[in-house]
């Protein structure tokens, strides 16, 4: 396949995206190495791509007064060629607006003919005659926010109906911005000021994480191409994410279940914390996914980590019951919570797909419940703010299994910083992205009853 330049790779990206052909995360990295984009142009791409899926309901909302009622369905991606051409002239300041056009306009020739370029011309320089609409004109407050700040009308709605007008502003607010790359460090090898030394020393800037004593924030560099990174000093790891391992709390010598696992960035932490002593038994469903654990454990060096391809759903038939200290269920779910680094999730995941992963989740809780040992500790976690998934799901499981409470004790094991977010005895947590810019997550600890 021949190489494209920035936009024409761009549009492609956007337009399997909008088939729901690939996760934009994934297709970003492949096209970047497929047209063999470099320095300015990956940021450029990048930037591109991610921007226009993020604001695409914002620019729709910029382009809908100016398109024709009709446009044929084979001429349709003009939409997203024009989509990505506003976000360029809205929100990047270093391309003039005229090359812009211009490139919009090659484009439109190329893939399409005279017709269609002119039509591209038209309404790109209509709307940088006219100037943008004022958001404050949409009456309704659910409309105005999911416009302003690009999200579907049906999850704007669900969480001004779960937390309130304000949250819900600063939740979208915070998901169109950049999250700032972190990085998790090993424990057992070094400090946190020690990695952030040795860094330096490779030319990567780095600073202590907002959130996790286990944290530190890639300000400058290239962190991945570090002997830090290679011989397993950090890994990259977002900061709600390392606080899991530490809510699950291992013990030297646990046997620990982490049965969501791929791709090991919560197994590796559970193993750093048992100090080379114990074992994490550690699957997921898909095998190929069993690869990345066992290529993480193999550059952390750690050997206490056994991991296979199982559905978790079916745990139960293939250990003994009671077989473990600590158990893990870090599980599949909508993944709200991370719309800043995938933002096709918010505009490709719909109400059905919420109702249909609370049953998956319920089912691995069922599977799982019978191998914990009595005293035992059971975190449950996920990656999104949907309150059936999280604390709906704790409630219909606890409701079912009386041999389990909640675990009030989880604060003692969460950072002070987010102590102040947990109620006098809550045994759950849900972080928002604008708290301490890390992703947003929900982490819940449940106990089995001694006897
Ligand atoms: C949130 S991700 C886990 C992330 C991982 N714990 C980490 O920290 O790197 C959820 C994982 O669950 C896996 N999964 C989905 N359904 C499953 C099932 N029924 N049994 C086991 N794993 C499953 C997915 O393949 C996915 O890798």
Partial sequence: MSKKNVREAALDALLKIEKNQAYSNLLVNDAIKKNELNGKDVALFTEIVYGTVQRKKTLDYFLSPFLPK??????????????????????????????????????????????????????????????????????????????????????????????????????????????????RVNGSK??????????????????????????????????????VFEEGYATIQDESSMLVARALAPQENDRVLDCCAAPGGKTTHISELLNGTGEVIAFDLHRHKVKLIQEQAERLKLKNIHAQALDAREAEEHFPKESFDRILVDAPCSGFGVIRRKPDIKWSKSEKDVQEITKIQLDILDSIAPLLKKGGTLIYSTCTIEKRENEQVIRAFLNKHHDFEANETLKNNLPNKIRSYLKEGQASIQIFPHYYESDGFFIASLRKKPS
């Fill in 190 to 227: 070094s400090t946190v000021q020690e990695v952030i030394d040795m860094l330096e020393k490779e030319g990567v800037i780095a600073k202590p994480g907002k959130l996790s004593s286990d944290a530190i924030e890639i300000e400058k560099g290239n962190f991945i191409k570090t002997k």
């Fill in 70 to 183: 009709k446009i044929k369905k084979k001429d349709e991606w003009i939409i997203p060629l024009l989509r990505m051409s506003i976000y360029q002239m809205v929100y990047l300041d270093r391309v003039p607006d005229r090359a812009i056009i211009f490139e919009a306009v090659q484009l439109a020739k190329k893939r399409g003919h005279r017709g269609l370029a002119n039509m591209a011309n038209g309404i790109l320089r209509n709307i940088q005659r006219s100037g943008l609409p004022d958001f404050e004109k949409i009456d309704n407050d659910i409309e105005r926010l999911a416009v302003k700040y690009s999200h579907p009308i049906w999850l704007v709605e669900e969480w001004v109906n779960q937390y309130g007008l304000e949250t819900t502003k600063s939740i979208c607010e915070a998901n169109l911005k950049t999250p700032p790359m972190t990085a």
